[in-house]
């Protein structure tokens, strides 16, 4: 949808018309869904978490002011739903490192042909897995939302509410510890920053946590 379909179609919810509602959870449910089954890991607990998410969105829908897209303020509910059953189970975020297609889970596809290199790939998945349960939720958080879900930082920083040079500090913190962890276990080789990791380590300096 467009942010002019999700802006008509919030006004004829909150016009009275709670059919409208379903348009913007068809358009965001298998979003809502994957961000919930990476960061809890659990495909049951990500099936509550987007119920629960839904049914804050749509109680709260005239707080929507438009400022940002729909799907960027659904996933700030959808992350604090996460945390709030985090915190409640008191344990760590697990990444599903899957893609959900057609109602089904599936495991990402690894279109490679030599078998070797497809051990290779399933190792570093289980390593990558493994190693985002080291990192504080908070911080997985910010970097599901990069480099899995594609936001912005801008964006990121609205879902989280934080400022965007803090959410790039956090980012920088979480993929250094990630790649300390994968080289500690010989599944990732020492390389120079990327661009990205360059700009971040200016924001780290300024944003100490």
């Not at 990192?135 to 801008?154: C, K, S, V």
């Not at 510890?177 to 990791?197: E, H, T, V």
């Amino acid at each position: 949808m467009t942010r002019e379909e999700e802006q008509a179609a919030v006004s004829r919810v909150l016009s009275g018309d709670a059919n409208a509602f379903e348009a913007l959870v068809k358009a965001n449910e298998r979003g809502v869904y994957n961000l919930a089954l990476r960061m809890l890991g659990s495909e049951q607990d990500a099936l509550d978490a987007s119920q629960e998410a839904f049914f804050r969105a749509y109680r709260s829908l005239d707080a929507f002011r438009g400022d940002s897209k729909f799907s960027v303020w659904l996933y700030r509910i959808t992350g604090n739903v996460c945390l709030d059953m985090l915190r409640r189970a008191g344990r760590r975020m697990e990444l599903s490192l899957t893609v959900e297609e057609d109602g089904e889970e599936m495991p990402v596809p690894d279109r490679r042909g030599d078998p070797q290199e497809a051990l290779e790939r399933k190792e570093l998945r289980r390593a990558v897995r493994e190693g985002l349960r080291t990192l504080e939720p908070a911080f997985r958080q910010a970097l599901i939302l990069r480099d899995l879900n594609g936001l912005t930082y801008d964006e990121i920083a609205q879902v989280t509410g934080l400022e965007p040079g803090t959410v790039k500090s956090r980012i920088f913190r979480a993929r250094r510890k990630l790649a300390a962890y994968l080289r500690s276990g010989g599944n990732f080789s020492a390389a120079g920053p990327s661009k990205d990791q360059t700009e971040e380590r200016g924001g780290e300096d300024r944003d100490r946590l």
